[in-house]
């Protein structure tokens, strides 16, 4: 019996959280009450304050719900030691990260939830450093990543692992905000995204022709 009321506590949990991305898609976040997310779980509003204290809670959890699996899915391809040039492996993952964009509702409509859906004011004015974590996140690995490309001397001359990374930050949120708005006439297919990935990394390696270059033949 206990096990089964964990169970299904549990379940409750996951539909609230599920009810909450359709409601936060649908209506913006600023305009969608946790009595609206109740009803949509249909569950009562107690139900919801139980599991969450607020709707900042709610939306955190919901994001997070959302980006474990898909984060886990392209760091694992970012840092494999597999990779013998470190750019190979950042442009594989930017990729996988616009596929997943592109194939999983779910993860493209959180991202439309945090940056097209969302204002932050009144209770969600103070949470904008949470919300960029993630971005700082990928930023240090992308840096890190750089930083082996230069050592194994693929990255190109006079580019710094920090200068690549803030270049791939920017170019990368760039593409996400024109990608998740082709519905609204930005007109970025997936092959054009990953066309666009593609030149960009390639404007990083280094050339066969730099002495300093890995690629350089003997």
């Not at 949990?13 to 913006?28: L, N, T």
């Not at 569950?43 to 304050?49: E, F, H």
């Not at 920017?170 to 905000?177: D, K, P, Q, R, Y």
Request: aromatic share 10%; with cysteine; charged share 30%.
């Amino acid at each position: 019996m206990v096990r089964r009321t964990k169970e299904e506590a549990e379940q409750t949990r996951r539909d609230i959280i599920e009810a909450a991305r359709r409601v936060f898609h649908e209506h913006g976040v600023v305009r969608s009450s946790l009595e609206k997310i109740a009803k949509a779980a249909g569950v009562t509003r107690g139900a919801v304050y139980w599991h969450f204290r607020n709707k900042a809670e709610l939306f955190f959890a919901m994001r997070d719900d959302a980006f474990a699996p898909m984060i886990g899915f392209t760091d694992a391809i970012l840092v494999d030691p597999a990779w013998d040039n470190p750019l190979d492996a950042i442009e594989a993952s930017t990729k996988a990260f616009i596929r997943a964009l592109n194939d999983t509702a779910k993860f493209r409509e959180v991202f439309e939830i945090m940056i097209i859906r969302c204002e932050y004011v009144d209770e969600f004015a103070t949470i904008e450093e949470e919300v960029a974590r993630p971005a700082l996140e990928f930023f240090k690995k992308l840096e890190a990543v750089y930083q082996r490309a230069q050592d194994r001397k693929y990255l190109r001359r006079g580019i710094s692992p920090l200068a690549a990374a803030r270049d791939t930050w920017a170019f990368t949120s760039g593409l996400l905000h024109l990608f998740l708005g082709s519905s609204r006439g930005a007109n970025i297919s997936l092959a054009m995204a990953e066309e666009m990935i593609t030149a960009h990394i390639a404007m990083l390696r280094c050339c066969a022709d730099d002495p300093g270059c890995r690629l350089r033949p003997l």
